[in-house]
């Protein structure tokens, strides 16, 4: 079994207190109930893409569920189940952009969005309303109206903050050739 390495367990950690408080302070209202801009999810993409997927996952899972927890004294885990999902696949794609090499330049900012709003579109379009009808009942306009919504909004968000996260981080890192003998 791969095992996690101690800096992708604090990772977790810390990333899940930092994406919890995120979501919990960091959010514009968009006038649809339950449903706001979220900066957390441009952070998770980060963690995903430095840290890979199980740190993606679980970053998502623990933040969501305790910020619905702390917030609204009860999980609803359809939602908090597509945070997980966003961190997961983003993650997946770690070695496609491979941000450690310090690159970050037109090719993976497009690489990067274009996964990022797949995979934000799949969760809150389909994902969310689905496992909302399946678990709470929930009707169907009021789910796929609020998935839209939340798609549309993170995509956005993540587009912008997210790159502009990335795009930091890579520039925190050794570009690969960029030592020489001399």
Known sequence: MNKLSIRTIVAIGIGAAVFAILMRFVVIPTGIPNTNIQTAYAFLSLMAVVFGPIAGALIGLIGHALTDAL????????????SAFIGLLIGLFKNRINIERGDFGKKEIISFNLIQAAVQAIGWVVV???LDILIYAEPANKVFVQGLVAASANIVSVAIIGTI??????????????LRKE
């Open 71 to 82: 917030s609204y004294g009860s999980v609803w885990w359809s939602w908090v189940i597509v």
């Open 165 to 178: 996260l990335l795009a930091a981080y890579a520039k925190t890192r050794v570009k690969d050739n960029s």
């Open 128 to 130: 969310a309303p689905v």
